[in-house]
């Protein structure tokens, strides 16, 4: 029954029961079954021409995904101070399987038009955040997304050698951060660094993003050196014994 919230994406926005069975092969009365009972639960609701998409009770789980996102519950302080030393927005970029997802976004003096956003989920492999993120993998978790997704590599001129793959990767982790231009939006630049776990891996990437108008007046060595500070800072606080996530 949950796999029909699945089937749920942007072309997918509203969905019919008949349409339902035809996706997951089930029997229509089932497919009612299923819709009723979604329903009753809010994570469905009726929309019109007896189509159906997801309901109310979703945002109440964002809600209370924000709040227990350990991320966000620690650093929202350090994003803050950011935007601040910056005036660019900030993003929280987090990786779930092979799912990229900016979780929080803080924007600055003069906000840029993003095209991604909080549970839209963007390309694996393009810009800054992505990147850094893969960056933190050992060889054999990076070989499987290599395996997996060897189609994509081209489109986002990254090798389709595993050696040099894997290189490509391992530098980004010896500088600790990645600067993207035009990569992910054409109109937008970005600095990422990783925030990074005690055994190697990442909780997030930490991002500033700007216009790549600016470009000729913004001294990106500095914006490096400012969001790899925060993301240490962001890091330390995350791994204190005492501030460690619960279970």
Known sequence: MLNVLDLFDETNLGLTPEGIAAKLGVSLPTSYRYVRLLLQAGLLQRVEDSRYSLGPRVILLDYYIRKADPVLRVGLPI????????????????????????????????????????????????????????????????????????????????????SEFRRYFSAIRKAGHYVSVGQLEPQLAAVAAPILKPDGGAWAALSVVFNTSRLAIVDVQKLVLLVTDASTRFAARLNEPSRAPRP
Do not use: N
């Not at 970029?93 to 906000?111: A, C, H, K, N, W």
């Not at 893969?134 to 986002?156: C, I, M, N, W, Y």
């Open 79 to 162: 994003i803050r101070e950011l935007v601040e030393a910056t005036g660019f927005d900030c993003v929280v970029t987090e990786l779930f399987g092979m799912q990229v997802l900016d979780t929080y976004r803080e924007v600055g003096e003069s906000p840029e038009e993003l095209a991604y956003g909080r549970g839209r989920p963007r390309p694996l492999f393009g810009g800054a955040a992505p990147k850094v993120l893969l960056s933190t993998f050992g060889p054999a978790q990076l070989k499987k997304v290599f395996e997996a997704r060897r189609d994509e590599l081209a489109r986002h001129d990254l090798p389709t050698d595993w």
